[in-house]
């Protein structure tokens, strides 16, 4: 084990100022899951993303799990949901007691393939039983195929999430990912680009869903002075401490955009000539906010696997992982329908198998990063050599 410290995939990066946000909300004593910062906070994301109205949240799986409350999904209803996500995508179809439909990537963004989403509405349609909703996951911080998917989704009615948590800031036709579906959703874990520690954020344009939204993320409570409760609802809110970290946070959100996207284009200098290594693209008229640099490996090509790789740099204390394993393929799902891309096509098995997620945090320095380089180089090299 090597003596450097620990380079992680994407770890907190504070600005400074959470301190001063956190502080207010300790002299005005707001220590509750409401206040100042959750009501600033919320507006001034949907300002950044140019949406009518937004509710903070105690996670970004409670954001989802609320857009399903609010489109009236229960128990034997389809919900379809991109395959190639983290598993928090799918986790609330599953509180509900719906039915996951899990539908392909296709290979210009790693996102829901329009193709495979079109012929599962097809055979929905057939069968006479539409989903109830549709969880469209921007992968890494990479939109969505939204136009083509939206205009789907519409011909039948289909209402569409947005699972937006790895890519908040990122853009897609000049508008903010996150805002094109019925609702998008955010995340604010650890990990993700700007952080919370854990939250969330549900996003829509339908004041009305959020100010119900809002309802049921607080117990339901009936306006009545006696605690009257009507419908089960959830502890869902965000806290005002954590809401304080939030708007510091979304005030460098730009920032962590643009280092991100230059420790990506550094890897594109150190890798991009070398054959059999593709980095996931970024689909023109979008900007991708390189929440994670992710690419493929050829192994014929390189004489080396992904978790081979892995380990290598996992020797030198550094952080790498395989992209997310497909939800189709995960034990809990096991049986349910999958859509591939094309007939015998599945992109998402494809890159499951090829893909690997470099360290891209914002806060990484020039050094860190050469480590990074240096040791994916060595490994790559001596490998080639003892193909030759
Ligand atoms: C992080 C993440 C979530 C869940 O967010 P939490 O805030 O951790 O609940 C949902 N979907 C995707 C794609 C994510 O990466």
């Known amino acids: 084990m090597s003596n450097y410290s620990r380079i992680f995939l994407s770890s907190p990066h504070m600005s400074g100022n959470e301190q001063k946000y956190i502080n207010e909300a300790f002299e005005t004593n707001w220590i509750a899951p409401l206040g100042p910062n959750v009501d600033q906070f919320e507006r001034e994301l949907s300002d950044y993303v140019d949406v009518r109205d937004a509710a903070a949240t105690s996670s970004g799986t409670a954001a989802i799990h609320l857009a399903l409350q609010l489109l009236e999904v229960e128990q034997g209803d389809v919900v379809f949901c991109s395959?190639?996500?983290?598993?928090?995508?799918?986790?609330?179809?599953?509180?509900?007691?719906?039915?996951?439909?899990?539908?392909?990537?296709?290979p210009d963004t790693w996102n829901m393939s329009p193709l495979a989403l079109e012929r599962a509405l097809l055979d929905a349609e057939y069968e006479?039983?539409?989903?109830?909703?549709?969880?469209?996951?921007?992968?890494?911080?990479?939109?969505?195929?939204?136009?083509?998917?939206?205009?789907?989704?519409?011909?039948?009615?289909?209402?569409?999430?947005?699972?937006?948590?790895?890519?908040?800031?990122?853009?897609?036709?000049?508008?903010?990912?996150?805002?094109?579906?019925?609702?998008?959703?955010?995340?604010?874990?650890?990990?993700?680009?700007?952080?919370?520690?854990?939250?969330?954020?549900l996003v829509s344009n339908d004041e009305a869903a959020l100010?119900?939204?809002?309802?049921?993320?607080?117990?339901?409570?009936?306006?009545?002075?006696?605690?009257?409760?009507?419908?089960?609802?959830?502890?869902?809110?965000?806290?005002?401490?954590?809401?304080?970290?939030?708007?510091?946070?979304?005030?460098?959100?730009?920032?962590?955009?643009a280092a991100r996207r230059s420790i990506f284009n550094r890897y594109v200098e150190a890798f991009g000539?070398?054959?059999?290594?593709?980095?996931?693209?970024?689909?023109?008229?979008?900007?991708h906010n390189r929440w994670?640099?992710?690419?493929?490996?050829?192994?014929?090509e390189l004489g080396v696997s992904p978790m081979k790789l892995i380990d290598a740099l996992a020797e030198e204390n550094i952080e790498a992982r395989p992209v997310w394993k497909p939800l189709h393929l995960q034990p809990l799902f096991e049986g349910?329908?999958?859509?591939?891309?094309?007939e015998g096509r599945s992109v998402s098995d494809k890159l499951f198998a090829n893909g690997l997620c470099l360290p891209s945090g914002s806060n990484m320095t020039e050094e860190q990063q050469q480590r990074v380089i240096d040791k994916v180089l060595d490994v790559v090299h001596s490998n080639k050599v003892r193909i030759s």
């Open 292 to 300: 994670l640099t992710t690419l493929t490996i050829d192994r014929e």
């Open 83 to 106: 395959s190639l996500t983290f598993i928090a995508s799918a986790n609330p179809i599953v509180y509900q007691g719906a039915e996951p439909v899990f539908i392909d990537s296709e």
């Open 128 to 201: 006479g039983k539409l989903p109830k909703a549709v969880i469209v996951v921007n992968l890494y911080g990479q939109s969505a195929k939204m136009d083509e998917i939206m205009a789907i989704c519409n011909r039948y009615s289909v209402p569409v999430i947005e699972d937006a948590a790895e890519s908040l800031g990122a853009e897609y036709k000049g508008k903010k990912s996150g805002t094109f579906g019925k609702f998008g959703i955010y995340s604010f874990n650890g990990n993700k680009i700007i952080t919370t520690s854990g939250g969330g954020m």
């Open 336 to 342: 349910k329908k999958y859509y591939m891309h094309e």
């Open 273 to 287: 000539n070398i054959e059999g290594i593709n980095f996931m693209p970024e689909l023109e008229g979008t900007l």
């Open 211 to 257: 100010k119900k939204a809002r309802f049921l993320a607080t117990q339901a409570r009936d306006p009545a002075p006696h605690y009257q409760h009507s419908v089960a609802g959830y502890n869902y809110r965000m806290s005002n401490i954590l809401a304080g970290v939030g708007r510091a946070q979304l005030e460098v959100l730009n920032d962590r955009v």
